[in-house]
């Protein structure tokens, strides 16, 4: 299937590794133009140059934190100035911390705040002007099977990334009349550090090793697999691309069959 991604502008945020690099993989290999972000400015050069070594794509690299908003704007600033209209955004970031809700203070709950709610109205405010005057564009968010089914020691995220949701959904009402495509992707086991990191934890309080941690979740899939982030990045690139142009305020799971809710 062709995407139509050919020389589109698509910015991916948090996209040195994880899901958000192979997002902007599949991107680049149906030949989008693409702005990659991630605080880390060594890992990011280094990952933008693997992508342009392997597709042969335009790719530039760009450090930004997604807390802040001055590197937002910079990120979105730079991007339009030196690659052009912004077709598409992968809204992306690190997770908050893990942990029981008696284990955050104020400045823990504001810093996620900051990092995942905030970080998404920042970015997909930045990239609004350019789609509306190129006549439309597509908005991606990475969110979170917490959002359907709260995980334990995920509070943080499973309140930010809930809202993450609403604001998406709400955006794609308003929008919709003006071309421009909102949804959200729900990952759900996906062997990446965020997912290491969390079964690390989890299996710690279990008092069991990570291994046989792994082996008990995996079992509990009905594809009885951990997915892997290429096959995130393939779903992303399809809804931001032209391929998906009737397909707005969805929240696509991409799970392996792990969210058991019928909504």
């Known amino acids: 299937m062709d995407l139509n991604l050919k020389d589109q502008v698509v910015m991916v945020a948090a996209a040195s590794k994880g899901m958000g690099y192979a997002t902007a993989l599949e991107c680049a290999r149906e030949g989008a133009i693409v702005s990659m972000a991630s605080r880390d400015k060594e890992a990011?050069?280094?990952?933008?140059?693997?992508?342009?070594?392997?597709?042969?794509a335009k790719v530039k690299a760009y450090s930004f934190d997604a807390s802040d908003a001055q590197s937002i704007?910079?990120?979105?600033?730079?991007?339009?100035?030196?690659?052009?209209?912004?077709?598409?955004?992968?809204?992306?970031?690190?997770?908050?911390?893990?942990?029981?809700?008696?284990?955050?203070?104020?400045?823990?709950?504001?810093?996620?705040?900051?990092?995942?709610?905030?970080?998404?109205?920042?970015?997909?405010?930045?990239?609004?002007?350019?789609?509306?005057?190129?006549?439309?564009?597509?908005?991606?968010?990475i969110t979170s099977s917490s959002v359907k089914e709260p995980i334990d020691i995920l509070i943080l995220s499973n309140v930010m990334r809930s809202g993450v949701t609403a604001l998406v959904k709400s955006l794609s009402q308003q929008l919709g009349s003006e071309n421009i495509r909102l949804n959200t992707l729900i990952p759900g086991k996906i062997d990446t550090d965020r997912l290491r990191g969390t079964n690390t934890a989890q299996a710690q309080k279990k008092g069991i090793s990570l291994d046989?941690?792994?082996?008990?979740?995996?079992?509990?899939?009905?594809?009885?697999?951990?997915?892997?982030?290429?096959?995130?990045?393939?779903?992303?690139?399809?809804?931001?691309?032209?391929?998906?142009?009737?397909?707005?305020?969805?929240?696509?799971?991409?799970?392996?069959?792990?969210?058991?809710?019928v909504w």
């Open 44 to 56: 990011i050069e280094a990952a933008a140059e693997k992508i342009r070594q392997e597709t042969g």
């Open 73 to 141: 704007a910079r990120w979105a600033e730079d991007t339009l100035t030196e690659l052009g209209p912004v077709k598409g955004l992968l809204v992306n970031a690190g997770g908050p911390p893990t942990g029981q809700f008696d284990s955050f203070d104020d400045a823990d709950w504001q810093s996620a705040f900051e990092l995942t709610l905030l970080s998404s109205v920042r970015m997909i405010r930045a990239v609004l002007p350019s789609m509306r005057a190129s006549g439309g564009g597509s908005i991606v968010a």
């Open 212 to 261: 046989e941690h792994n082996a008990q979740m995996a079992a509990q899939l009905p594809m009885r697999r951990f997915g892997d982030a290429e096959e995130v990045g393939k779903a992303c690139a399809f809804l931001l691309s032209d391929a998906a142009s009737y397909i707005t305020g969805v929240s696509l799971a991409v799970d392996g069959g792990l969210i058991k809710t």
